[in-house]
């Protein structure tokens, strides 16, 4: 979908009116941000991966008297560069940066490691998370851009570097009901290693309060995994090492003019691991939890039954899903990957953790699911089979948050067949865990995102609730809208039409905040 790069160009920070269609809930009051990549030209250059556009974060408030729309390009550091030289100057995933061609290539090299070093993309175009009425703007690397609600204007950028010697982290941290905000990020190294860490969210900056609770080793020290987002449930943590890994030639590969995506290395025989964490202690639990190689951006939700940790994902069977997000170097339309991503659940029984359990025996006493768990004749891994829900194409899953880390019902997201080689036809669906049933949603005019669950006030039933997912416009002579489902029929009750004087970007991630910016 080539409208995904050329439909953005200018900001409309000045918030307009949107014309509603339907019957929006008296109840609905407050304010939903998306955050997501928008601009994708700087000069003559073009960012090749829709993960790459300079970061857009957008705003829809929501009063008794209507619903306003507005948004704004963050202006973080990397942004800043590269309006500066009128060129790309830092990497992005699918982007190589470009130092000064008329560099002479032995000073290109200390040029690469200079930036490299010192000025890893803060483009964080991915996500958006409310902390002490602030916006915290996030993506995978380890730059942060506070931003101010009312005016969307960028404030403050942190770099986590300055705290950790992380170089990643995700940009889906998870909030306990104590007030912490805990992540995972990864050093690398010779020595790399993924950490755990929290901070309280209740400060102006909490950063400054961070907290390391735990480092796992990297199972190839020099090659540690890509990773996108975590699972915590109530007294556990869980990292997934994935088998999609930053190679040890990464820095000559970058010096070479590579982009990121294009040197992660995959290995397609290797195991997945999940490593367990004890939060209340900090402790790593010493059996690993092995799987058949798959790949995977985000946890669904993480929660412990009777001894078990149940952790539930969207998942591919492999990482050929990342060529569906990159144009090819000449322009043209998305290049399509044949694959498409399901939710699976693992079960990890905690109650066997400990030596001497048959290798024979399954593992999981769970009656409500399929998985399985058997411990290996090593005595120090236990391999999970996961039970895939075929009739469920799900990524970018949500669910009711007061079930975060709970058992829970219902999950919420996009159903994409990448098979297709563009992103017509998605739909949204609504997954019944305990029926296994599906129910979607369509318009095929639109392309929907991310659906938000907003919980009713007198909610009774865990989908008590609406759905709000912003709609991308094929047609250009089509209003950009925002979409309203309740949530527990999965109909439409109302949209918000945008003027179509406004440029709306495609969003990745967002959030809803009963506060009123």
């Known amino acids: 979908m080539e409208a995904f790069f ?16 339907g019957s929006v809930p008296v109840w609905l009051k407050g304010t939903l941000f998306a955050n997501g990549a928008g601009l994708f030209d700087i000069g003559n250059d073009k960012l090749k991966c829709l993960f790459d556009g300079m970061a857009v974060l957008q705003k829809y408030t929501f009063k008794s008297s209507g619903i306003s729309y507005c948004n704004r390009l963050i202006h973080s550091r990397t942004y800043k560069r590269n309006k500066r030289a009128n060129r790309i100057v830092v990497m992005e995933f699918g982007t190589a940066g470009n130092p000064d061609p008329l560099i002479p290539i032995c000073t290109r090299y200390f040029w690469y490691y200079y930036d490299l070093l010192t000025t890893e993309t803060d483009n964080t175009c991915v996500n958006v998370v409310e902390i002490c009425n602030k916006l915290m703007a996030m993506t995978e690397t380890n730059g942060v851009n506070f931003v101010e609600p009312v005016s969307l204007a960028t404030k403050r950028h942190v770099n986590l570097g300055n705290y950790t010697d992380l170089r990643v982290s995700s940009p889906h941290p998870r909030k ?111 059996v690993r939890f092995t799987a058949d190689v798959f790949f995977s951006f985000h946890f669904a939700n993480t929660f412990e039954d009777d001894g078990h940790l149940v952790v539930d994902l969207s998942c591919y ?38 030596n001497g359990t048959n290798n024979k025996e399954d593992l999981v006493t769970l009656e409500y699911t399929t998985a399985r768990a058997v411990r290996q004749a090593d005595d120090k891994s236990i391999f999970c089979v996961p039970e895939v829900f075929n009739n469920c194409i799900l990524e970018m899953p949500q669910i009711n948050h007061a079930f975060d880390g709970k058992q829970y019902r219902y999950c919420y997201g996009m159903m994409q067949d990448f098979t297709t080689g563009s992103f017509d036809g998605a739909k949204l669906i609504k997954f019944d865990l305990l029926k296994k049933k599906a ?79």
């Open 6 to 21: 050329d439909r953005f160009k200018n900001d409309h920070a000045d918030p307009v009116s949107c014309q509603i269609k």
């Open 176 to 286: 306990d009901p104590d007030g912490y905000i805990w992540n995972f990020g990864t050093h690398i190294s010779c020595a790399s290693h993924y950490t755990l860490y929290k901070m309280p969210s209740g400060v102006s900056d909490p950063f400054a309060n961070l907290k390391i609770v735990c480092e796992i080793p990297s199972r190839w020290r020099a090659e540690p995994s890509y990773f996108h987002s975590f699972g915590m449930s109530d007294n556990y943590a869980v990292f997934l090492e994935q088998t999609l890994t930053f190679p040890p030639t990464l820095f000559l590969s970058l010096v070479g003019g590579m982009a990121l995506s294009e040197i992660l290395k995959f290995y397609k025989t290797e195991k997945c691991v999940f490593h367990v964490v004890d939060k209340r202690s900090g402790q790593l639990l010493d």
């Open 317 to 354: 069977p492999d990482a050929g899903v990342l060529k569906s997000f990159v144009r090819p170097r000449v322009g043209g339309d998305v290049a399509g990957s044949k694959v498409v991503s399901r939710l699976w659940r693992f079960v990890l029984p905690l109650h066997s953790t400990k």
């Open 439 to 517: 129910t979607l949603w369509a318009d095929s005019n639109y392309i929907p995102s991310e659906p938000l669950f907003v919980p009713a006030p007198d909610a009774k039933e865990e989908d008590d609730g609406l759905i709000l997912s912003p709609l991308f416009n094929k047609y250009s002579h089509q209003c950009p809208a925002l979409l309203i489902l309740n949530a527990s029929t999965f109909t439409e009750v109302a949209r918000a039409e945008i003027p179509t004087s406004v440029q709306v970007p495609y969003p990745f991630h967002g959030m809803f905040s009963n506060s009123l910016y």
